[in-house]
């Protein structure tokens, strides 16, 4: 049983720009600790502005956000860079700088925020992430656009390892991806959660299929607030219409 959240958000409203359209409406969300929780939910519903605010990046117009049992509302811009270190992020596109080899950007984050390490120490680190991520020593001086896709994915991993987090964030990892490196991208994710004891990943993700697969906590968004929280289990035998619906509709693709 878990018993505490990584990260909680309690009543958050959120309107962009002072307008009187919310698109967060009171929305409270409990991460367990230790968790791989999906964030599901028709496009358009805030799944990306909920993770922005996980991140701190928006501040909700009000409500509270605790992340690893800070308030993350009170802390200073220079508080929440030093916290952002505590988070992983790995969006649709792997975001990986063009112009460095696979091995040089996985030592980015820690040459930028582990200045104490020496050069050797810091390869070192990054190339046992990349072990980790399965990636072969061959590719480690190859430039991204000299990799496959699903390497490409593999290397963003390992930089999102390289300061070893302890949340795990992933927008929409397997989108546009085709079906093999989904699934390869899927087990992935699972494999990554599992090994990293402690370890809190959250996926929002499209494919209901594998957010039922490797998910253990799941929970559906739906005009700015949680429709249904709970195990795949909760959400088979769901009476709430939509959640029925966003079922039906994803499982019927596989
Ligand atoms: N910076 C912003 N300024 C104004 N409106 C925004 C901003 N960011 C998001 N929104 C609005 O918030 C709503 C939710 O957007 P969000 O990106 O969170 O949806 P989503 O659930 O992630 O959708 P998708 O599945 O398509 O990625 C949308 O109507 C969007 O236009
Ligand atoms: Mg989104």
């Known amino acids: ?19 009187h359209e919310f698109v967060l409406k009171g929305l409270s969300l409990e991460v367990p600790r230790g968790s791989l929780t999906a964030i599901i939910g028709f496009s358009g519903t805030g799944k990306s502005v909920v993770l922005k605010h996980i991140l701190g990046l928006y501040k909700p117009t009000s409500g509270n956000i605790e992340v690893l049992g800070q308030d993350i509302g009170q802390m200073t811009p220079d508080d929440l860079t ?23 950007n996985v030592c980015f984050p820690l040459f930028e925020h582990r200045r104490e390490l ?5 390869i070192s680190i990054a190339e046992e992430r990349l072990v980790q991520v399965g990636l072969d020593k061959k590719h480690y001086n190859k430039l991204p656009n000299q990799i496959s896709g699903g390497m490409q994915k593999r290397t963003g991993l390992a930089r999102a390892l390289a300061l070893d987090p302890e949340i795990l964030i992933y927008d929409e990892p397997t989108t546009g991806l085709d079906p093999i490196l989904t699934e390869m991208v899927d087990n992935l994710i699972l494999e990554t959660h599992k090994s990293r004891k402690g ?31 709970g195990t795949a289990e909760d959400f088979f035998n769901s009476d709430i219409e939509l959640v029925k619906r966003f079922v039906s509709k994803g499982m019927k693709h596989k």
């Open 82 to 104: 030093r916290f952002r270190q505590k988070f992983g992020v790995l969006f649709q596109s792997a975001a990986l700088f063009d112009d460095m080899t696979v091995l040089e």
């Open 199 to 229: 370890l809190t990943s959250i996926m929002v993700s499209h494919d209901l299929a594998a957010a039922f697969r490797i998910a253990d906590h799941i929970a559906m968004l739906d005009a700015g607030k949680v429709l249904l929280s």
């Open 118 to 122: 020496r050069q050797s120490q810091v």
């Open 1 to 19: 049983m878990q018993t505490t959240s990584a990260i909680s958000l309690q009543d958050v409203r959120k309107s962009f720009d002072g307008g």
